[in-house]
């Protein structure tokens, strides 16, 4: 929810570049005045949310002029919009998607040789969104989505989100092998990039590949290392794993532990009063204890995981967070 409402965001932004631009710079043939005004007011109603007003109102800047690719763009966008999961089966509704797809094609093949401002970025909204359209959530059409993402990497083939594009459509099929291959594309494209990295160890731990999760959220917190959130999802990692995982040999799951504390210390070398490290090091802490066999050594790492534990309610008191229950 939190990505659609950022690219929302996006979207109106970029039509309020567009439509002062074009506003600016536009042709004063009657058709293009007649267009524009067409747009800006579908421009108005597409930022209230009204999609079906600012469908309408594209579709009239099309037909005014039907070189303007972001009239397209926008159209398409507006006919996803009001696509409705909900309402499937319903011919109105299932007919938006259909339309909603050729407009972005439209778009991308007119934004193509389009000299306005932010035609390049729109024109990869358009790959993006068609390709969103036959995915696994709306039309299910892979054998479409597949040669749009193709096309989409040979457009920006130093982009190495398209090829995660790409991966999570095979992963979506089943198609692990081609899956992984993509994850590791964009990582060749930009072996530098935490992000990268970071969905990779995402997909391993989709498949379960713990110890390739492990590796690949190291590497992403070592191309960052002053960012303690990067450590300390390594932590969170080490604890689930031997908390829920009862086929986890007892040596092993100690190694598992003393990972996350170490990384949970790395997390708070950066920032000390970091409190989820806080706690979860007081977590894994307690799991260790669990699993030693020393009396000893088990009581003193109870008490030091309560110590932390009051440092964590104290933080919490602070810093007005929720410090999650103890095992």
């Not at 439509?19 to 109603?45: E, H, N, P, Q």
């Amino acid at each position: 929810m939190q990505f659609r409402l950022t690219r929302m965001v996006v979207l109106v932004a970029g039509l309020a570049v567009v439509t002062s631009v074009t506003s600016a710079c536009g042709k004063y043939s009657l058709s293009s005045i007649r267009s524009l005004k067409a747009f800006k007011d579908g421009s108005g109603l597409y930022t209230k949310g009204d999609y079906p007003g600012a469908a309408a109102k594209f579709e009239e800047a099309i037909g005014h002029n039907p070189e303007f690719g972001f009239s397209y763009f926008f159209l398409g966008n507006s006919l996803d919009n009001m696509f409705r999961p909900g309402r499937r089966g319903e011919a109105a509704n299932d007919a938006l998607l259909p339309r909603a797809a050729e407009n972005y094609r439209l778009a991308i093949e007119k934004l193509a040789t389009s000299q306005e401002p932010q035609a390049a970025q729109f024109r990869k909204l358009s790959f993006e969104y068609l390709i969103a359209i036959y995915g696994a959530d709306k039309l299910a059409d892979f054998t479409k989505a597949e040669p749009v993402a193709k096309e989409l990497i040979a457009y920006e083939p130093n982009d190495a989100g398209n090829y995660q594009l790409l991966a999570r459509l095979y992963e979506d099929q089943g198609d692990y092998e081609q899956a992984e291959a993509m994850f590791l594309r964009a990582i060749e494209v930009n072996p530098n990039a935490p992000l990268a990295h970071q969905l990779i160890a995402h997909y391993y731990n989709r498949q379960g590949e713990f110890d390739k999760t492990m590796a690949s959220f190291q590497k992403r917190a070592e191309l960052e290392p002053n960012n303690p959130e990067a450590w300390h999802t390594m932590g969170t990692y080490y604890y689930e794993k031997v908390y829920r995982d009862a086929s986890v040999a007892r040596e092993q799951a100690l190694t598992y532990l003393q990972s996350g504390l170490q990384a949970e210390d790395k997390a708070l070398g950066i920032n000390p009063d970091y409190f989820e490290a806080v706690t979860f090091k007081s977590l894994l802490l307690a799991l260790q204890a669990n699993r030693e066999r020393d009396p000893a050594l088990q009581k003193k790492l109870l008490a030091e995981a309560s110590t932390l534990r009051e440092r964590a309610l104290a933080l919490q008191n602070k810093q007005g967070s929720t410090v999650p229950a103890t095992n």
